[in-house]
Structure formats: C-alpha cells, structure tokens
C-alpha cells in the first residue's frame, strides 16, 4: 500500500485553486490518483526555477544584442546564446592561456543539461492517461546534445563546475559568484536564489529563461534544480484528512497572497533585481514551468547520464541512452507499480 494519501481523497482540499499550479497537478496525476502536488504553499519551489544571469556591463563592452529584446522577440535561442558567450569569451591578462583571470562567455554545470534540454521543447516522457512513454532520445534532443556540449566544453568560453571540484571548497563560491561579480563572465546559468548572492555587484545585472531550440519553437520552458524544488505530500499516518485540506487551503490562499508577492517584490525585485524586464522575465518563467514525471524520478539516472557527456566531452546521445534504456524502463515500471498499487 501507498504510504501517501491520494490529495484528491481529501474532500477539504480543492486543488482547482489558483494557488495550485494546475501545470503540476495535470503532470503528476497518474491513473487518477493524485500524489503530490506544487503550489504557493512550496516556497522553495520559488528560489528553484533554472535562469540565465546575464552582466549589462560585458553585453554593453562588447556590443551584444539587448537579450531582453531577443525574449521579447522569440529570437532568445540556444544558438543566439552561443554566439554571445563566444563574443564575450576575452584573454584580460593577455598572457595567451585560458586562466581564471580572463573573461568568459557562459558559467553552467554539468547538470545543467537537463534544463537546457528541457528548455528546448524536449519532454523526458509524455503519457496518454495512464500510459508513460520515455521520450527523451529524438532528433532534437540528440542535435540538441550537439549544440550543448560543444559549449559546456569549450574552456575557452565556459567555465564547468566539473573542472574545478577538488580545486575549490565549493566553485561556485569561491570561483563563480566572484567571477561574473567582477564582470568576467556574461552568462551564468543556476537557479534564482543565487539572486540573493547578486545584491552587493556593482554592475547590473539581468534574469532570462531558459533560450529555445530555435526562433520557431512555440514558446519558453522553464524547469527547475531538482535538487531544491519541493513537493505537497500527506502521509497515510495524518489522522484528520477533512482539518488537513482545510489547513492546506488556507496556506495555499495566504501564500499566494502574502508569501509570493513578498519574495518576488521585496526579496528578489527590490533587493537584488534592478528591473522591470527581469521582473517581465522572472513572470514569464513561473508561468512556463514544466514539470516531467521522468525528470521527478529520474529513472535509470537519466540526469546523470545527460551530465556525463558533458563531463566526458561526448556527444554521442544516441549509443549513451541505449546503455541506460533497460534501467530506465525498469525503473519506470516499479514507480507505476507502486503508484497504482497494481
């Protein structure tokens, strides 16, 4: 048996409100039977959208397009960003070896692939009611892997957090936040709250989605650090299911009215962001949220084998999927198994 309680079970709690997000109460229903669901009432949901960080000063240095007017336009696309980062990537010292005293055009993880790919309009898994299919392996995403590695690698333009662990306490510390501070990196992509970490820089600096495959693509898709996100659940023990929804509602109403407001507005807007098109931005970016129930399980580990070909300089989607398809599926199985107590 199911050790969480179905939510739709619990007359009390009404998950059509608008403090639900109906993007994830549609993903994450399988077979009818409600699970987990994100709401206002998950504050650190709000830290964990992925974003692009851009520095004004090296887009303005360096003559670069405005990027909020290339989201506006739908022409904010993995390629454009390419081809920016490569604009901005500069030897400062002159000594002709790529050093961390140089200028770089993109700051990202490993483990940022999954959210470009997602980014780019590419779904893990899709379902057909109760029916999971992987997605993930297709021509877009294996073009797509050609497009991100090629950069994630490109020491001349990147700096990757897996070249540095063992060399740094933490990278992104000691090394990164420090770096695109002192105006040395135009893109840095992480999740929100390291907005926070922005506030004392004295160049301005910029929020953007996720860029997409290419100019056609319908629209923006936003995902979030799968390590910091956070999910409703009620355990099978709770002894007061009608109190519970109740409780829940109204959480989930005076979050949405207080909660966010107050993080957007005066913790990220006022105290680190210092415009209204990142406001615009960071809007656009809760809203495109897309939540993959392959991406919450992450079956066979498929994060993990998206990192490694960026760490193993491989793009070769194709032949790495396959190793871990079996797994995959296997893993896949078992979640349905237990999710449906079949």
Same mark, same amino acid.
């Given at each position: 048996? %199911? ?14 409100? #608008? ?29 964990? *959208? ?6 004004? +000063? ?13 989201? =506006? ?54 379902? @057909? ?8 392996? %297709? ?10 590695? *090629? ?6 333009? @990147? ?25 040395? #990196?135009?893109?840095? !992509? ?6 926070l970490d922005f506030r004392g820089m004295d160049a301005d600096f910029g929020i953007?989605?996720?860029?997409? =495959?290419?100019?056609? +693509? ?16 009620? *355990? ?16 989930? =109403?005076? !979050?949405?009215?207080?909660?966010? *407001? ?15 098109? #990142? ?39 194709? %032949? ?23």
């Amino acid at each position: 048996p %199911s050790m969480l309680v179905d939510l739709g079970t619990i007359e009390t709690l009404d998950l059509s409100h #608008s403090w639900w997000d109906q993007h994830s109460i549609e993903s994450y229903n399988i077979g009818g039977k409600q699970y987990t669901a994100i709401g206002d009432i998950c504050f650190f949901m709000k830290c964990a *959208p992925i974003v692009n960080f851009f520095n004004k +000063q090296l887009i303005e240095d360096n003559g670069l397009e405005n990027p909020y007017q290339l989201v =506006y336009d739908s022409k904010w696309t993995f390629d454009k960003m390419n081809e920016m980062a490569e604009a901005a990537a500069n030897d400062l010292n002159g000594n002709g070896e790529v050093d961390i005293e140089d200028c770089f055009g993109f700051t990202g993880e490993s483990t940022g692939v999954a959210s470009f790919m997602v980014g780019a309009g590419i779904n893990f898994s899709s379902r @057909t009611g109760d029916e999971v299919e992987i997605t993930l392996f %297709s021509d877009r995403a294996a073009t797509m892997i050609e497009k991100i590695v *090629p950069l994630w690698r490109n020491k001349n333009v @990147t700096l990757l957090d897996q070249d540095f662990y063992g060399k740094y306490g933490s990278p992104f510390e000691e090394l990164f936040i420090p770096t695109f501070m002192a105006n040395r #990196s135009l893109f840095f !992509s992480n999740q929100l709250l390291l907005a926070l970490d922005f506030r004392g820089m004295d160049a301005d600096f910029g929020i953007l989605p996720l860029p997409k =495959y290419d100019e056609s +693509q319908p629209e923006y898709y936003s995902t979030t650090n799968i390590y910091w996100r956070d999910n409703l659940i009620v *355990p099978v023990t709770n002894p007061d299911l009608e109190r519970t929804g109740y409780i829940l509602d109204c959480m989930g =109403y005076y !979050s949405q009215q207080l909660v966010t *407001p107050a993080f957007i507005d005066s913790t990220v807007l006022n105290k680190s962001v210092r415009d209204e098109d #990142s406001a615009s931005m960071i809007e656009l970016i809760y809203d495109t949220k897309v939540y993959d129930i392959a991406l919450l399980f992450n079956w066979g580990d498929m994060n993990g084998m998206l990192a490694n070909l960026a760490t193993k300089n491989n793009t070769n989607l194709a %032949s790495e999927y396959a190793k871990i398809e079996p797994n995959i599926i296997a893993a896949m199985e078992k979640s349905m198994e237990e999710l449906l107590g079949e």
